[in-house]
């Protein structure tokens, strides 16, 4: 069974799933370890973790989708990975799409931002038009296909921006549109309100996905009540950059004094690393064991 394969089998339940974002591999590995069935790379705590720089188009391809393979080799559940705006042109897309596949990541979101793209709660966002949007869906799709031919899988996560400039009623119609081009998931962001979130929930088919950014603009609600209105992932983008941020300043500042509150116990520590799973296998080994 496929990454892709695992991913379709999550979007095929009734319920919404809870996505923790990750940043790096050993916040991937703390989701997995907490038993959480998949997790997305945040574009955003990926960009401030990996080049301490705002979500603004400043990593390349390159860099991202090298910080998607770390993050895949750490864990085994479906990572989806964020393929911006497929850094150019439709060909680019396509070379996007076949790169996160290729690092292991069980679909890609491809969004319909003018480059360099931003953050979708910052100010400043703009879209393509239509048809370069629907070109870059189209040329994902091909791949996609291409890489099914090939023995290899990915799904598609088509994302819209459209609501920010032209209204929720042309970001419907672009997500509709994605869907109509073979888009697997649907995404559309920074609905105001709920009943925003429930026009797109009702106006889209397929499996949606619902981004709650704390103190965004999308209204942040329980799980149940996301899967009520017709959401099938629930994306937390933040929630782990913010806490670690905030225990590493309350650390640093806490030093001044010679206090360290809050850290993790030395052993724990350890064993979510992968100190002791390590030790335990490198025991089948004389070269490799502890003296």
């Known amino acids: 069974m496929t990454q892709a394969d695992r991913l379709r089998a999550l979007l095929a339940q009734d319920t919404c799933h809870i996505m923790p974002c990750c940043f790096d591999a050993l916040s991937a590995k703390l989701i997995s370890q907490e038993g959480y069935a998949l997790t997305f790379m945040s574009g955003f705590a990926a960009s401030a973790s990996r080049i301490g720089a705002p979500d603004l188009g400043l990593m390349s391809y ?16 479906p990572l989806i990975g964020d393929g911006d705006t497929g850094y150019g042109n439709a060909m680019n897309v396509r070379r996007t799409v076949a790169g996160f596949a290729k690092a292991g990541c069980a679909a890609v979101m491809i969004e319909d931002q003018l480059a360099p793209k931003r953050c979708g709660h910052t100010p400043g966002k703009a879209v393509v038009g239509r048809d370069e949007a629907f070109d870059r ?15 290899g899988d990915i799904l598609i996560l088509a994302r819209t921006d459209a609501r920010h400039e032209h209204g929720l009623s042309e970001a419907i119609d672009r997500a509709a549109r994605f869907a109509e081009l073979g888009a697997d998931i649907l995404f559309v962001e920074a609905p105001k309100t709920v009943e925003e979130m429930t026009q797109v929930c009702q106006n889209l088919p397929g499996p949606k996905m619902a981004n709650i950014v704390e103190g965004g603009e999308t209204p942040d609600l329980p799980v149940a009540q996301l899967h009520e209105i017709g959401f099938s992932l629930a994306a937390y983008p933040l929630s ?25 116990d030395f052993t724990e520590l350890r064993r979510r690393i992968g100190f002791d799973s390590y030790y335990d296998t490198s025991e089948a080994y004389a070269s490799s064991r502890r003296s």
């Open 62 to 77: 390159g860099e991202v989708v090298d910080q998607a393979r770390n993050i895949t080799e750490a864990i085994d559940i």
């Open 137 to 151: 869906i189209r040329a994902a799709v091909d791949e996609r296909t291409r890489l099914r031919e090939a023995g």
């Open 240 to 264: 782990l950059m913010a806490a670690a941020m905030n225990a590493m300043v309350t650390v640093l500042r806490g030093m001044r004094d010679d206090t360290r509150p809050g850290q993790m």
